[in-house]
């Protein structure tokens, strides 16, 4: 009999995945459950099993008023004890049985948050889409779906563990497929550099669908941290961009100086200058005047998306809008006038009091102060303007004319090369009219008489 149960047990625990120590502490509190639910049991008992013979034992304690077990402990077992306990014992154990596998399913997965699964879609609907992971199922809620998937059942798809919940159901598993570290994830399954720590994701930002940014480092100067995400031919990140269903994914290395990093998250654009204001946590990037519209993206996207992989503001302005403002500044710069605030004396008269701290201007004394000097800097303002626009334009020029220059000497040295062919050409004809007038002379000219 103990050989036939130990026989039993040991296939349940395959089957079910549990192991024969967690079916043996079930079945010993089925069988308490039994016993007590007797009309003579006592409140204090347990059963014990001994797993070699397989014989069932309960055991017993006195209980004082304060319920505290107390005396030596003795047998109560019933003389007909396995007949009436079959039918209960066998609802707590599959209970138990149930609730041991529910909690191995919880432990395996407890520990694999921020890991990615692969699921096979079961339904979807409003509220959320169901996904089958073998032995579990996974629960994709609609704030963590990509707007413009459409997720049908069977499709095979991959997410990220979210979070793992304890229910009486079994494990509730959260994925997502809009977190960021589902992009890093995705890179480490196909960039064996990443996966071994040769190459480090520093910062990664996402717009879920759209665009994404990731920061690169490299552990080994040996090892080009962007080309190894990249892969031969785009290979790598190909196999990103089709899992995330076409997602935009730009690639840029990482670097400890905060204006380079600014100025390489800004990528493809092309930035003339980076001013960081670290108390203040703003970048004031400043790129040519055709850049602009590049470096903001569309709907301001490529700004938001290195505002958050740098940690930094990014404010964009262009050259022109950068001179002008300087050309401003110097302008009014020793205008004292212009910062300050009305005062009225006790007497009632209204007066100027300057911000730098001078004596105070009568109304007269401002308004006349404020004609003598306005006059001035709108005219200077516009011939610093008109100064910047100029050399703007100059430079410009001379970008036209360096690239015309070039043009024209590769032009001429082409021609120069095509004159010195035909010059050949001409030299090798004569040469070869000379040799044919020679034979031709030869032929003429009658042999000599002995």
Known sequence: MSSEMNEALQALATERNISVDTLYSALAEALTTAYKKQPDALGFAWVSIDTETFEITVFAQEVDEDGEPYGEEFDVTPDDFGRIAATTTRQVMTQRIREAEREQKYEEYAGREGDIVTGIIQQSDSRYTLLDLGRVEALLPQSEQVNYERPEPGDRVKAYIVEVRRTAKGP????SRTHPGLIKRLFELEVPEIAEGVVEIKACAREPGHRTKIAV????????????????????????????????????????????????ALQPAKVKEVRIDFEKRVADVIVPDFQLSLAIGKEGQNARLATRLTGFRVDIRSESDVAEQEAYERTYANDSYADGEWIETSEGEQLWK??????????EEWSEMQNRESSVPELQLAEAIEEIELEIVEEAIEEVLDAEITEAIEEVSELIAELE???????????????????????????PEA
Do not use: H
């Open 217 to 264: 480092w490299s552990n080994d100067q040996n090892v080009d941290p962007v080309g190894s995400c990249v892969g031969a031919r785009g290979a790598r990140v190909r196999m990103v961009v089709t899992e995330l269903k076409g997602e935009k994914i730009d690639i840029v290395p990482f670097s400890d100086d905060p204006s380079d990093f600014v100025m390489k």
């Open 172 to 175: 509730q598993i959260v994925v």
């Open 354 to 363: 300057p911000a730098d701290g001078s004596a105070p201007l009568t109304v």
């Open 421 to 447: 062919v035909d010059e050949e050409e001409a030299e090798l004809e004569e040469i070869a009219e000379e040799s044919e007038a020679a034979a031709e002379d030869s032929a003429l000219d009658p042999a």
